[in-house]
């Protein structure tokens, strides 16, 4: 049996509900079950110029329809133009997608992108979906994103979305050691790989410069790599972040543990932004996510690249099969 996929599209006035109809125009490996409400799909439908029927949550869609559990909104959408109204409906579709992996009913769920502004306008306290999908499962997870092109790289953050001010606080010696195994264990399960190599970087400039640039390397992360490594795990670092990504450094590596969220990902974005992916690690289901945000100024003008999606499928889909048979993703 193919996998199924629980897609929630995001913001709705956002590129995710015409994304949605994009990736509808072609067969899948999967069954998506898309978690929406219909009149924006319909509408995206029909402001991008695109055929579109929508089915219920069993039937298995073909070309140019889409699985739709309905999850109606209070307020229809305009696009271009959030509505704090309307951020309730993307966080419960985020949260019930989510709770069909938990029970069983999917085997993966694909996020599109959130409007961070309009959910805490709307008084709902959210710094981001890997955080409430953390929240609701009870566990430690890890963002790692992820290229997908020729140049696979994967980088995974010890910290997520953090005023940058907050971040030296945030790394522990507790904390970056679960972070690490974290890491390595999904390396090992969701990608087979069963020694992985990872470059740790350091959080100041120059790793520290021996401590003339900062303390952490010295009383936080060098200690904490000592002693993962006496447990086996191959952990390089901390190196300095300025020269870490360079292709001679980055050989044989199989992921690159920033210490914060612009540390890291700023270079895997440049690399090749479409074929991005963001995956959490660490929840007890695959979860995909597209690597770009809600475009508002594109939505509804069918300007929209559907790549990400696209990749973040395929990589769910993998990642499922995998679940379920024990084969890796990737080797």
């Known amino acids: 049996m193919r996998p199924r996929l629980a897609l929630v599209p995001g913001e709705p006035a956002g590129v995710g509900p015409e994304l949605c109809v994009r990736i509808a125009q072609q067969p899948h490996a999967a069954r998506i079950v898309v978690l929406a409400d219909p009149d924006t799909l319909l509408k995206a439908a029909h402001a991008i110029g695109l055929p579109l029927r929508l089915r219920d949550p069993d ?10 559990l309905p999850l109606p909104q209070p307020e229809s959408t305009l696009f271009g133009t959030p509505d704090p109204v309307n951020a309730r409906s993307v966080i419960d579709a985020l949260l019930l997608g989510a709770r ?9 769920l694909v996020t599109g992108p959130v409007h961070k502004a309009a959910i ?16 609701q499962a009870g566990c430690e997870v890890v963002m790692m994103l992820a290229s997908v092109s020729s140049r696979p790289l994967r980088v995974a953050l ?3 979305h953090l005023p940058l001010r907050k971040v030296p606080d945030a790394i522990t010696r507790d904390g970056l050691t679960r972070t690490l195994r974290i890491l390595v264990a999904a390396l090992r399960q969701r990608f087979a790989i069963s020694h992985p190599r990872i470059a740790v970087l350091g959080l100041n400039p ?16 060098a ?28 050989q044989g590596c199989d992921a690159v543990l920033a210490m914060y969220h612009d540390q890291g990902l700023p270079v895997l974005k440049y690399a090749g932004f479409e074929d991005a992916v963001n995956i959490t690690l660490g929840l007890p289901y695959p979860r995909v996510a597209v690597d770009h945000g809600t475009a508002l100024e594109l939505a509804g003008r069918g300007l929209a690249d559907p790549s990400s999606l696209l990749h973040a499928i395929a990589v769910a889909t993998a990642m499922a099969q995998a679940a379920r048979t024990g084969d890796s993703t990737e080797r």
């Not at 069909?100 to 993966?108: F, I, P, Q, V």
């Not at 972040?241 to 001679?248: E, S, V």
Request: with cysteine; proline share 5%.
């Open 59 to 68: 039937a298995d869609a073909g070309i140019g329809e889409l699985a739709v």
């Open 100 to 108: 069909h992996c938990l029970d069983g009913l999917a085997d993966a």
């Open 120 to 135: 805490n306008a709307a008084g709902i306290a959210y710094s981001g979906t890997t955080e409430l999908l953390a929240a």
């Open 158 to 160: 010890a910290t997520t």
């Open 206 to 221: 120059h790793a520290g410069e021996a401590g003339y640039l900062g303390r952490e390397e010295i009383e936080v992360i």
């Open 223 to 250: 200690p904490v790599l000592e002693q993962l490594r006496s447990e086996g795990m191959h952990l390089l670092g901390p190196l300095p972040a300025d020269t870490a990504f360079l292709p001679r450094q980055l």
